[in-house]
């Protein structure tokens, strides 16, 4: 069966900081691994990755995937307060008979305090 | 309008009612996906249609029913539901066959008395 998981499930921070994010999949078939962004309603996309040991960056974020121990990593620094939410990490899997599948992890909730 | 709209945003039901939630994507995919997402659980993977065609149901209860009368379009039928039934319903597009990420709409808010 296909599994995502997160690590941790919660972090407290406080702004400034810099915090990483796992991520450790196990699926059939795999295609990406995708972060997303959740604060009070749907998910919002950072990144995909796709090839191992190159990085992905957007501003004070960047990730890396590691294919070979089937994990990544979703670093933050300078953290801010707006940083705050809960990220999802999510693998998608390629199926024979409609193209894909995306399994979710179950998030981090990060909390930046002032 | 574009990306990925759902309708209604809030919804409060009694356990006998009917209501259908409804989603549309401006994006020009052809898969579009329900989850459910309950307090302190993983986004759960509902239905996927796949070219307008139901490719996956992951033991879902039959008082939802699902409908994707085209490509843009996909319906969430619910009757009879359950206080447990009460989470966020998303709605996510996506372009079969690429490898690309899934446009997620804002969600509904389902709360069932």
């Known amino acids: 069966e296909d599994k995502v998981v997160q690590s941790p499930l919660s972090l407290v921070v406080h702004e400034g900081d810099t915090v990483t994010l796992n991520c450790s999949y196990e699926?059939?078939?795999?295609?990406?691994l995708l972060w997303y962004k959740q604060e009070k309603k749907a998910p919002t996309f950072l990144f995909m990755l796709?090839?191992?040991?190159i990085e992905k960056k957007s501003g004070r974020l960047s990730s890396i995937l590691d294919k070979k121990e089937l994990f990544s990593i979703l670093n933050i620094t300078a953290t801010q307060t707006g940083d705050s939410a809960v990220y999802l990490c999510?693998?998608?899997?390629?199926?024979?008979?409609?193209?894909?599948?995306?399994?979710f992890g179950p998030g981090t909730r990060l909390s930046v305090l002032p | 309008e574009t990306g990925v709209t759902q309708t209604p945003r809030h919804l409060v039901m009694g356990m006998t009612n009917k209501k259908s939630l409804k989603c549309e994507q401006h994006?020009?995919?052809?898969?579009m996906y329900w989850y459910k997402q309950s307090a302190k659980k993983p986004l759960e993977l509902m239905f996927v249609?796949?070219?307008?065609?139901?490719?996956e149901n992951n033991s879902v209860p039959s008082r939802f029913s699902p409908e994707c009368p085209n490509s843009s379009h996909l319906f969430l039928h619910l009757h009879t539901l359950q206080p447990e039934d009460s989470a966020l319903y998303l709605c996510?597009?996506?372009?079969?066959?690429?490898?690309?990420?899934?446009?997620f709409g804002p969600g509904t808010r389902l709360l069932v008395l």
């Open positions: 996510a597009s996506s372009q079969v066959f690429d490898t690309g990420t899934q446009y």
């Open positions: 249609y796949s070219l307008e065609e139901r490719v």
């Open positions: 999510a693998v998608e899997a390629r199926r024979q008979n409609y193209g894909q599948n995306f399994v």
């Open positions: 994006l020009g995919h052809n898969a």
């Open positions: 699926v059939t078939n795999f295609r990406s």
């Open positions: 796709t090839s191992s040991g």
